[in-house]
């Protein structure tokens, strides 16, 4: 069975770095082709997609998140790790990850971010 | 980047009729593999999304086959042959072609009439 489940702060305030684990089981980031991605979406508004790591280590980003994203993988661990910098209250959102071409999900991990 | 714009964006429905969704690309989703990176999701109140259609065209395990995709190039529509009441939330579509990032349309509110 392929499961995700998202962790970290619930806040965290504004000009903080942000960071996010994806912990992974069912398939590996071994395995030629896959990858994980991350997706927020704001409270009421639409997905956005943010980041993706590969097999193969390549990272991919959104161009209007680019400069404050890291993202990163720990294949022992079963782990992808979203990292955001200068984070505003415009940032506050639902986190998902999902595997490959998002066929699985996780529930998600909310993240206010406010002084 | 590539915009996906989907229409309407929100959608009433008579329960056991049928519903329409429209994305458009930016630029085409076909790659040169002859395959469509397109992808439609539904997000029910209070879930997360779960994945409809992939490939343009392909329903995911456990999919209804009410739920049909299908366009080429550019244009995409998901329908829906008759709408049941487990079916309301927001649709949105994906494009994945992309080596770099990939693009959700702004989603389409599917409710109940």
């Known amino acids: 069975q392929v499961t995700l489940r998202e962790s970290g702060p619930a806040l965290v305030k504004p000009t903080q770095t942000l960071t996010l684990t994806c912990t992974f089981s069912g398939f590996s980031l071994n395995t030629t082709g896959m990858c994980v991605s991350w997706i927020r979406q704001p409270p009421g508004k639409a997905l956005e997609w943010l980041a993706r790591i590969d097999w193969e280590d390549d990272k991919y980003y959104s161009t209007s998140f680019k400069s404050r994203l890291i993202i990163s993988k720990d294949t022992s661990k079963s782990q992808v790790v979203l990292t955001m910098t200068n984070t505003d209250p415009a940032d506050t959102a639902t986190y998902y990850c999902a595997r490959a071409l998002m066929d699985v999900w996780g529930k998600g991990t909310t993240v206010t971010v406010s002084s | 980047d590539i915009v996906m714009t989907q229409s309407p964006l929100s959608l009433a429905v008579i329960p056991g009729e049928p519903a329409s969704i429209s994305c458009t690309s930016s630029?085409?989703?076909?790659?040169?593999?002859?395959?469509?990176?397109l992808n439609w999701f539904l997000q029910k109140p209070g879930q997360s999304p779960q994945l409809l259609i992939y490939?343009?065209?392909d329903r995911a395990p456990g999919v209804p086959d009410r739920f049909s995709g299908s366009g080429s190039g550019t244009h995409f529509t998901l329908k829906i042959s008759r709408v049941e009441a487990e079916d309301v939330g927001v649709y949105y579509c994906?494009?994945?072609?992309?080596?770099?990032?990939?693009?959700f349309g702004q989603g389409t509110k599917v409710e109940l009439k």
């Open positions: 630029q085409t989703l076909l790659h040169s593999n002859g395959y469509i990176y």
């Open positions: 490939l343009g065209s």
């Open positions: 994906m494009e994945a072609l992309q080596t770099g990032s990939w693009t």
